[in-house]
């Protein structure tokens, strides 16, 4: 099969342009008076940065586009960060410790807040950063779910959250209009509806949207939540992929594997991903990372406590028994063939459970799945051949030809 | 100061922890319980009759926890799945451990999917030090002590709660009177000791501890003997649980005179005192706990800055694991602003099984140094 039959949506295609917008927007928020702030990504309090008027920038976001640049690892390690260190740290770092880096770098912010909900990572980077930059950090302290969500982690992490505005004010020197604050948790309850019924579209046969179309689609959601761009993105998201699946076009015409993704995309190597398409007719048709921004309802009336509820409920921070089912839920309502895990020895929250699912998959459900081990942003030991050949032996399981 | 006699009981203790734990088992018929790292406010457990005891997790092989951990996790938590494994903790009625890191999170996963006893409880520990965060924190301790009331099937009584607060207090304070014997020139015992004297408190009932440990100060606080090395050193770190990694900078010339480990001062660094309300007195001195997980840069430089300055510290040897994440985060900080103040340090990475003659190479080079 050759490549010209892969089909992108368009409006995957307008990502690139949409994250040149963002980050010239925080060079915007400074030239108007507006305060810019760096925060993690995975469900980050942007309802209430943007109801403050400020920019939030997503550092991990800035490593996914800076992609393998060897540079700033060096200069990371030159400063005693250690290899085993997260990779997305230690590329953002060597540009914070000074490297040339794309878009002229990130627009420096004025406050950092990390929210703890993934990893000690979170904590740790946002700590060395703060101390880097000269700058305050609010860590918003997230308990892991053991069992499951309740009031009594809802009422803490809520608090947090308006001790953290109280911060902001100060910082911004604005009042908080909570009746702005409950728009943006509409729009961003909004949004990621939407893209829950784009992914929910991926049900059918050929699947609509690839790999490569989700993983750049769900920008908006990370950078975005809480403003009306955000959902107007969706809509439009959501239109074309749903023509898509009436018309019955697909990312390839020819499916014949249907895979799931776990882990975070080899953001050097997105192609890897093509392979498979191309070659197989593998087309991954959910990915538990991207599913991850949609995955909160939000009640706009009770803005606080849906923004605690949106910052517990991760996949990452839910209990075995919950990812299980989630999983086993996933596979069957899609269809799934098989799945592929990426393990990234720099990230242990995604990763470190790869192997023993992969068994637990495979014995109590008899799902297939193959470990690709490589760094989602450090290219340097990256094998493309290894990895090819391992996903070549995992398609002869699945009984490709 | 092998011919110590005092000292070789401690040895001893540690080294047959798991024969000792199965007969205290045995003869008073109640539950071991095993705590993961020095966060888990032990005096809860010990009030409810039970014993705590922390987990070691040296191994000289993975063999059985590579089914399930990746070679990147962290060697702690592997060592401990292969013990569990391997049923070397069998006498473990339940694990408890605090929310620190990735490496114990993804264990608590395989674990809960494994279906196999022990279980576990997992206790939250704030990575935010403010009011809100000492208020939960205090609740989370709370729910914990509601935990192990059930676990016991009775109440534990606020008597209770004072007599462990009592008993535990007392062992840190005679464990920080014995590694403050180090302050001195030559001091009667050296950091491998202290470290052994540590780790055999932390798998031994406290009150028999305690004796132990008066009947030792008794024999060597008025003695002039000189440990080995000379050049002082403090060791930051975690969990070390093997005394050969100090050995191993004590015979090459190095004393060390200082720590901030899990198995060393952040053991038995605060006191928990005020009595009058156990419960908040316990949570405030664990969330206290000067450590990568709650307290700023600042704050652990000054730390260590103090005691560089208390015990004369002539450099830092900054030992853990690989692949420990929070620590290895730290080091990029503490090791330049504490070289900034002039006070060298390395950082020494180790895994199990030890490859001792190259850490020994590396420490040797940074005595040579400091000399």
Redo the contacts between chains.
């Keep these: 099969m050759s490549r010209s039959t892969r089909r992108t949506l368009s409006a995957a295609k307008e990502i690139t342009d949409l994250v040149v917008v963002h980050y010239m927007s925080a060079v915007q928020a400074h030239s108007e008076g507006r305060q810019v702030a760096w925060s993690t990504a995975v469900a980050p309090p942007s309802e209430i940065l943007y109801s403050l008027g400020m920019q939030p920038l997503f550092p991990e976001n800035y490593a996914c586009i800076m992609k393998a640049q060897r540079g700033m690892f060096d200069a990371s390690e030159a400063?005693?960060?250690?290899r085993?260190?997260?990779s997305y740290a230690r590329c953002v770092m060597g540009s914070v410790f000074g490297c040339e880096s794309p878009l002229g770098g990130m627009e420096k912010p004025d406050v950092l807040i990390s929210t703890?909900n993934v990893?000690?990572?979170y904590?740790?980077?946002w700590?060395?950063m703060a101390?880097v930059l000269k700058r305050p950090l609010y860590?918003?302290?997230c308990?892991?779910i053991?069992e499951e969500i309740e009031e009594?982690h809802l009422k803490?992490v809520a608090?947090?959250l308006r001790?953290m505005v109280l911060v902001l004010e100060k910082i911004t020197g604005r009042k908080l209009d909570e009746d702005r604050l409950k728009e943006a948790v509409k729009l961003s309850d909004n949004a990621a509806e939407l893209w829950r019924k784009v992914l929910d579209y991926r049900r059918f046969k050929p699947c609509a949207m690839g790999v490569t179309d989700s993983s750049a689609a769900m920008f908006p959601l990370v950078a975005s939540a809480g403003t009306m761009e955000a959902v107007q993105y969706y809509e439009k998201l959501l239109s074309e992929v749903s023509e898509r699946v009436k018309d019955g076009v697909g990312v390839i015409q020819d499916e014949k594997f249907r895979l799931l993704l776990s882990g975070i995309p080899f953001w050097h190597n997105l192609r890897l991903f093509n392979y498979l398409e191309d070659r197989y007719g593998a087309v991954f048709v959910y990915e538990l990372y991207t599913a991850t921004w949609g995955i909160a309802s939000l009640d706009a009336a009770k803005p606080f406590e849906s923004l605690a509820f949106k910052t517990l409920y991760n996949p990452v921070n839910m209990?075995?028994?919950w990812?299980?089912k989630w999983v086993v839920k996933i596979v069957k309502d899609f269809n799934i063939d098989g799945m592929v895990l990426l393990?990234s020895?720099?990230c242990?929250?995604t990763?470190?459970?790869?192997?023993?699912i992969q068994?637990?998959l495979r014995e109590k459900y008899g799902i297939p799945s193959v470990i690709l081990e490589a760094d989602h942003t450090d290219d340097r030991a990256y094998s493309d051949a290894q990895a090819k050949a391992k996903l070549d032996t995992f398609m002869e399981i699945l009984g490709a030809k | 100061m092998s011919e110590n006699t005092e000292m070789k009981k401690f040895q001893e203790l540690f080294e047959k922890r798991d024969a000792v734990a199965t007969e205290w088992k045995r003869k008073t018929g109640k539950r071991v319980v095993g705590c993961i790292s020095t966060y888990i406010p032990e005096e809860i457990i010990y009030a409810a009759k039970f014993l705590p005891v922390q987990i070691i997790g040296k191994v000289e092989t993975f063999a059985r926890a590579d089914a399930y951990l990746p070679s990147f996790g962290c060697s702690f938590m592997r060592g401990f799945l292969e013990k569990l494994l391997e049923k070397e903790y069998g006498y473990l009625d339940l694990v408890t451990l605090p929310s620190l890191c990735d490496s114990i999170w993804g264990f608590c996963g395989i674990w809960r999917a494994l279906e196999i006893n022990p279980s576990v409880y997992l206790l939250h520990y704030p990575s935010q030090r403010s009011e809100e965060a000492s208020k939960y924190f205090t609740e989370v301790v709370e729910r914990f002590r509601s935990f192990i009331e059930k676990f016991a099937g009775k109440d534990i009584s606020q008597s209770d709660l004072r007599a462990a607060i009592k008993v535990y207090d007392e062992n840190r304070m005679l464990l920080k009177r014995l590694a403050e014997l180090r302050k001195r020139e030559s001091p009667p015992i050296s950091g491998a000791e202290v470290l052994e004297v540590v780790l055999s408190s932390m798998t031994t009932p406290k009150d028999q501890h305690n004796q132990l440990l008066e009947k030792l100060l008794g024999e060597i606080e008025g003695r002039e003997e000189y440990a080995e090395g000379n050049v002082r050193l403090l060791v930051s770190g975690h969990v070390v649980d093997d005394p050969d990694l100090l050995r191993i900078m004590e015979s090459s010339g190095g004393l060390v005179v200082s720590d901030d480990l899990d198995t060393g001062s952040r053991y038995f660094c605060s006191l928990i005192d005020g009595v009058a309300n156990p419960m908040e007195s316990i949570g405030k001195r664990y969330f206290d706990l000067p450590s990568p997980y709650g307290s700023s840069f600042e704050d652990r430089i000054k730390h260590l800055h103090d005691m560089v300055k208390e015990f004369r510290v002539q450099g830092i040897v900054f030992l853990t694991r690989k692949f420990c994440d929070p620590y290895l985060f730290d080091y990029s900080v503490l090791g330049r602003a504490l070289k900034e103040e002039g006070v060298p340090s390395i950082l020494l990475e180790y895994e199990y099984p030890l490859a001792k003659a190259s850490l020994k190479t590396r420490v040797e080079a940074f005595l040579e140094m400091l000399r």
């Design positions: 400063q005693g960060l250690s085993d260190l997260c703890k990893c000690i990572t904590l740790k980077w700590q060395l101390d860590v918003l302290d308990p892991r053991a009594f803490y608090q947090q001790n209990p075995q028994p990812q299980e393990s020895r720099s242990k929250a990763s470190i459970g790869n192997i023993a068994k637990f």
